[in-house]
C-alpha cells in the first residue's frame, strides 16, 4: 500500500519580514546581553562613587593624625636623649624610651589595620580603588586590603552587596551562556567545519543515500534487533520517497541548528583558562614586581573568587602623586570581570561535554545488555 505524503518546501520570507524579525532579535539580544553588561558597569560606577563620598574624608581624618603622632614621637626620644645625656638613670631611659617605642608601634599597627597606605598621600579611596573595591564586593572576592571602616560604609557595604550579588550572578549566567554559544560556533566552523554548508551538506547527503541504498537493497529485518529494526524501517520507507532536492531542504536546516550538537572537549576548556591565567600574571607581574609564579597565584584566587588578600594589587600599580588617576586599577578590574565570565562559558561547555560522556556510556551500557540477551 502507498502512502502519499506532502512535503512542503521551505519559502523564504519576505524582505520586510527578515528585516522586522533581525530587528526583534537585535533588541531582545541588547535587552537580554548587552543591556545587563552595562546595568553591571553602571551600578559598580555608582558603588565607588558612594562609597568614595562616604569613606574618603573619613579615612584620610585618620592617617592625617599619623603625621603628628610622628612629630610627637620624635620629640620624645628627643626629651629621653637631652636626659640621658645630662647623666641620668640608664634604666630609667630605658624604661621610658621602650614604653614610648611600643605606644608608638601600636599606633602604627592600627592605623595599618585601619587602611593606613603608610605615606601621606590622600589616594586610598580614590574613584579608581573604589571602583575596584565594589567589583570585589558583589562578586565576593572580598581581598580585604581596603575596606569600609565608618558604620554608614558598612551599612551601605551590606546593601550594596544585597543588590549586586544577585545582579553579578544574572550576569555570569547571561554572558556566560552567550560565549559558550558562540565558542561552540567558532569550533565546529573552525575545528570541525560542521557547520560549513558545502561539507555538511556533501556528508549527510552521502549519510542518506546510503540509507536509501539500504532500502532499495531489501535489507534483512534479521540483521537487526526489534527496537533497531524498527526504527530504521520507519526512517528508511520515508527517506526512499524523497528526491535529493527535498533532502537539500532538510539538510539545511539541520545545518542552521548544528551548533546546538556541538561538545567543546574539557581540554580546550582548560586551555582556554591556563591561558588567560598566564596572560593576567605577565600583566600583574609587570605592574606590582612580582614573580610569574605569584601572578598564576593572584590570578587564579581572583577568577576562582576565593580571595584570601595575601597578595593584592595596589603597591607599585598605586600612583605616589594622588592628582592622577590611576588607570591600572580600571584594567584590573575589567580583567576580574571578562575573566570571571570566561570560566562560565568553560564551566558551562565542560558541563555539556561531560553529560555528552555520561549519556555515551549509558547507550553503551544499554547496547552490552541487548547483546547478552
Known amino acids: 500500500m502507498e502512502r502519499k505524503r506532502s512535503v512542503r518546501r521551505r519559502q523564504k520570507k519576505p524582505f520586510a519580514e527578515r528585516a522586522k524579525e533581525h530587528c526583534r532579535q537585535f533588541t531582545a ?7 545587563i553588561i552595562i546595568l553591571v558597569v553602571l551600578y559598580m560606577l555608582a558603588g565607588a562613587s558612594m562609597f568614595k563620598l562616604i569613606e574618603e574624608e573619613t579615612a584620610n581624618d585618620k592617617w592625617a593624625d599619623m603625621s603628628r603622632n610622628r612629630n610627637t614621637f620624635a620629640y620624645q626620644l628627643w626629651n629621653l636623649s637631652s636626659v640621658q645625656l645630662n647623666g641620668k638613670d640608664r634604666s630609667t631611659f630605658d624604661y621610658e624610651f621602650n614604653k614610648t617605642l611600643v605606644n608608638y608601634q601600636k599606633q602604627i599597627v592600627d592605623a595599618v589595620r585601619g587602611g593606613w597606605p603608610g605615606n601621606d598621600e590622600r589616594v586610598q579611596w580614590g574613584l579608581e580603588r573604589a571602583f575596584l573595591y565594589s567589583l570585589t564586593v558583589i562578586t565576593t572576592i572580598g581581598y580585604g586590603n581596603i575596606c569600609t571602616r565608618t558604620e554608614i560604609g558598612k551599612v551601605a557595604t551590606i546593601v550594596y552587596a544585597m543588590i549586586g550579588m544577585p545582579l553579578f550572578l544574572l550576569y555570569l549566567s547571561n554572558i556566560g551562556d552567550i560565549l559558550a554559544k558562540s565558542f561552540k560556533w567558532i569550533y565546529a566552523k573552525v575545528f570541525l567545519c560542521r557547520i560549513c554548508p558545502g561539507v555538511a551538506k556533501r556528508r549527510a547527503l552521502r549519510e542518506r543515500r546510503k540509507i536509501r541504498a539500504l532500502a532499495q537493497n531489501n535489507i534483512n529485518e534479521r540483521d537487526y534487533h526489534i527496537e533497531e529494526a524498527l526504527e530504521n524501517i520507519s526512517t528508511i520507507s520515508s527517506i526512499s520517497q524523497r528526491s535529493d532536492e527535498d533532502l537539500e531542504d532538510d539538510i539545511v536546516e539541520d545545518i542552521e541548528g548544528a551548533t546546538n550538537t556541538v561538545t567543546v572537549p574539557i581540554t580546550i576548556c582548560l586551555m582556554i583558562m591556563t591561558g588567560y591565567i598566564l596572560m593576567g600574571s605577565l600583566i600583574f607581574c609587570m605592574w606590582e614586581g612580582w614573580d610569574f609564579f605569584d601572578g598564576c597565584y593572584f590570578c587564579f584566587i581572583s577568577l576562582s573568587s576565593i580571595g584570601f588578600g595575601d597578595i593584592v594589587p595596589g603597591k607599585k600599580v598605586l600612583s605616589q602623586n594622588s592628582d592622577k588617576f590611576e588607570w591600572r ?19 558551562n561547555l565542560m558541563q555539556e561535554q561531560v553529560i555528552y560522556k555520561i549519556r555515551a556510556v549509558k547507550r553503551s551500557i544499554r547496547r552490552c545488555f541487548r547483546c547478552d540477551r
Open 329 to 347: 586599577f580600571i584594567v584590573c578590574a575589567i580583567y576580574l570581570l571578562l575573566g570571571m565570565a570566561l570560566i562560565a562559558m568553560c564551566f
Open 29 to 35: 539580544f541588547m535587552f537580554s546581553n548587552v543591556g
